[in-house]
């Protein structure tokens, strides 16, 4: 297996370049979308080992993202961590309902991102799609 592949889909270039370079340190490859549309194409063209997704985006925001992966039967299984500034209980709430595996808010830690970008490739090793749900 090669190294780790991670999908960063958000539309704030400077935040995509601080977690694209903090993860190649690590040596992960790290692809890039700049809204959800542009996300799912890429998923289709190679499948990340995680996927972090920002909320507020145009043409296709996070949650609308979320709910086309979670319909797939191809990708639900993909772990996805939403990094965003939506922070409200009802936005965190939708957010699991669609299986996300982890929510971060926005402003972040780059060093607690790449931890739980770690956590969660090691955690997929592991844990089966179903195990993988909050309890």
């Known amino acids: ?3 780790p592949y991670v999908l960063v889909v958000d539309d704030h270039s400077a935040t ?3 977690i ?3 993860l190649e340190i690590l040596g992960m490859e790290v692809g890039t979308a700049g809204n959800g549309a542009e996300g799912i ?3 289709h ?3 990340p080992d995680v996927i972090i997704l920002d909320v507020m985006m145009p043409v296709m925001d996070g949650f609308q ?3 086309v992966l979670h319909e797939s039967k191809e990708h639900r299984d993909i772990p996805i961590i939403m990094l965003t500034g939506r922070s409200d209980d009802v936005d965190i709430a939708y957010g699991w309902r669609w299986g996300v595996t982890s929510y971060l808010t926005k402003p972040f830690s780059v060093d607690h991102l790449v931890a ?5 490739l090691e955690g997929a090793a592991h844990v089966g799609a179903d195990e993988a749900d909050p309890v």
Do not use: C, H
């Open 1 to 3: 297996m090669g190294n």
């Open 16 to 18: 995509v370049d601080l």
């Open 20 to 22: 694209r370079s903090a």
């Open 41 to 43: 194409v890429a998923i």
């Open 45 to 47: 063209k190679r499948r």
């Open 65 to 67: 993202t979320l709910q």
């Open 116 to 120: 739980l970008v770690q956590r969660v």
